[in-house]
């Protein structure tokens, strides 16, 4: 029997793993995040299953306690401190037959943690937010929230994304991409195309990681004497790093989400300008919480417009679920999109949750349109 037509036993509520850490720079962001879904989560209606990632790739069984996952004091969260046992590995199912969670061990015999319906992959960055995990769950036939293989990888590439977009006609900002074998052969090449670049296009430059988020790795490059030590930063994070022009204007952010007649957009939010950081780094957005304004106050015509962008970017990267589409709108008027997230932010306060409070969805609600949109939905080509 193939799991899509798995049924969930008579009288058992859909169990819903909650997978979350991981091997990128964004481990600790993950944490907090999944956190806030396991204090949320409908427990009356799912029964729920925490799996941590640490650091070094373990998947690990970890405590289901919410309160242990927040930033405190300003120090991150990591799985390794929600876990028991060093050595303690959770195996997700490989054979599309069944959907049994096994608990290893060293010594001991492996213990069944029982069936899984949906994947909740509470994964940002490289290695569960690029398609990689997504690749593993339709390997092994489980449901899982959010975007494919493709959008997944394609959303995680910031590169490829901007191509993507401008293939289908919407307004991209001016960037160019230093590729790691570049740098590698003739890293002077690759410095006179970005002085070239910033000649054409003025400074202060953003270079930051191609596959990257929550600001990670990225520095506001004022001159040409920084700009060395910009690429480093970022290839800290990533190989391949993404030069940026400046654009001036607002920083506009909109959601979108799957429903049963196609994605619809939320409310969009504006992100002032922040005041004691450069730009809106990591520590502007989750140490020091600077938050965005929702609605944005932004003329009817402009939400409308926005809306569009964000619904339009969300279908040519044949996203699924959910989608944070992230804007500039200029000093003329124009929208430009500057990337989409495809697993955006999910605390409470993050934006994409309270875009979508301001539309009339609640946080528990936007959690379980999730689900059941993913257990409704087969794995496999589509």
């Known amino acids: 029997m193939s799991s899509e037509n798995l049924p969930t036993s008579p009288g058992r509520k859909p169990r819903v793993a909650v997978v979350f850490g991981g091997r990128s720079s964004e ?19 799912y029964d ?9 790739g373990r998947w690990a069984l970890t405590a289901d306690e919410p309160e242990r996952m927040a930033i405190a004091d300003r120090a991150l969260p990591s799985v390794a401190d929600l876990t028991d046992s060093a050595e303690g590995t959770v195996v997700l199912p490989v054979d599309p037959g069944t959907r ?44 899982y929230v959010g975007a494919g293989v493709l959008a997944s990888a394609v959303g995680q590439d910031k590169e490829y994304m901007k191509r ?5 006609g ?9 590729r790691p074998r570049e740098w590698a052969q003739d890293p002077a090449a690759a410095r006179t195309r970005i002085l070239d670049f ?17 600001s990670f790795g990225i520095t506001k490059v004022d001159d040409p004497s920084r700009l060395d030590e910009a690429i480093e930063e970022a290839r ?44 809106y780094d990591f520590e502007a957005k989750y140490i020091d919480s600077a938050s965005g304004v929702v609605p944005a106050p932004i003329t009817p015509e402009q939400t409308a417009e926005v809306q569009r962008l964000a619904i339009a970017a969300f279908e040519a990267v044949s996203c699924e679920g959910l989608v944070r589409a992230d804007f500039f709108l200029t000093d003329d008027g124009e929208f430009v999109i500057n990337e989409i997230n495809t697993m955006p932010g999910f605390t409470p306060i993050s934006m994409y949750p309270r875009m979508w409070e301001a539309s009339g969805v609640s946080y528990q609600e936007l959690i379980d349109r999730l689900i059941q949109a993913a257990l409704s939905r087969s794995t496999g080509l589509r």
């Open 170 to 178: 919407l307004p991209v900002g001016p960037y160019e991409v230093i």
């Open 236 to 279: 800290r994070h990533d190989p391949k790093i993404l030069v940026e022009a400046l654009l001036t204007g607002r920083e506009i952010e909109c959601g979108v989400l799957e429903f049963e007649d196609g994605p619809r957009a939320s409310a969009p939010a504006w992100i002032p300008p922040v005041t004691d950081h450069e730009f």
């Open 48 to 56: 729920v299953l925490p799996i941590g990632i640490t650091t070094d």
């Open 198 to 214: 910033a000649a054409e296009h003025g400074w202060p430059l953003f270079v930051k990681p191609a596959r990257a988020g929550s």
């Open 100 to 143: 049994e969670v096994v608990y290893s061990e060293p010594g001991a015999v492996p213990k069944a943690l029982g069936d899984v319906d949906v994947v909740f992959p509470m994964l940002h960055g490289p290695y569960g937010e690029d398609g990689t995990l997504q690749g593993m769950l339709e390997l092994s036939g489980v449901p």
């Open 164 to 168: 993507v977009f401008q293939s289908y």
């Open 27 to 45: 481990h600790a962001i993950s944490v907090v995040t999944a956190g806030a879904i396991l204090r949320a989560i409908d427990r009356s209606k």
